[in-house]
């Protein structure tokens, strides 16, 4: 038996769609790259710790940074305890279990720290995690 052999159209593939696609993609990483990084920009030297856990962020976590001196930075602006307050209020009102991550510096008064988180409770806000860093391997 004789099978007849058919030509089959050679399939063409669209490479338009498939560019749009990865600039699309290379855009959104590029954004929120820049995004996460921008609030561990400031300059605070965490304390370091060998238990430390690895510094995932969690979806929606807001970044209090407490520099040596006692300075509250939130959003790269510092802030009277007052305001951190008003902030912090309006993110318990609206997100309920928000999380905070606080960032101070290993060289800040013990007070200074406790102050922040005392007015973060006192807003309801009471998911507060501290940032560690693992220490540097020596050579």
Known sequence: ???QKKDLEPTVCQMAPMIDILFLLLTFF???WQWSRS???VDVSVPTT???ADPMRVQGEKIINVLA???VVVDKNPLTQEQLFVIMKKLSELYKNQPIRLRADAKTEYQHVINV???CTKAGIWNI????QR????E
Do not use: C, L, R, V
Request: proline share 4%; glycine share 8%; charged share 20%.
């Open 1 to 3: 038996m004789k099978f």
């Open 30 to 32: 590029i954004i929120t």
């Open 39 to 41: 609030e561990t920009e």
């Open 50 to 52: 060998a238990e430390g």
């Open 69 to 71: 001196d006692g300075t």
């Open 117 to 119: 988180i005392s007015t």
């Open 129 to 132: 995690s501290f940032a560690t």
């Open 135 to 138: 220490p540097q391997a020596s």
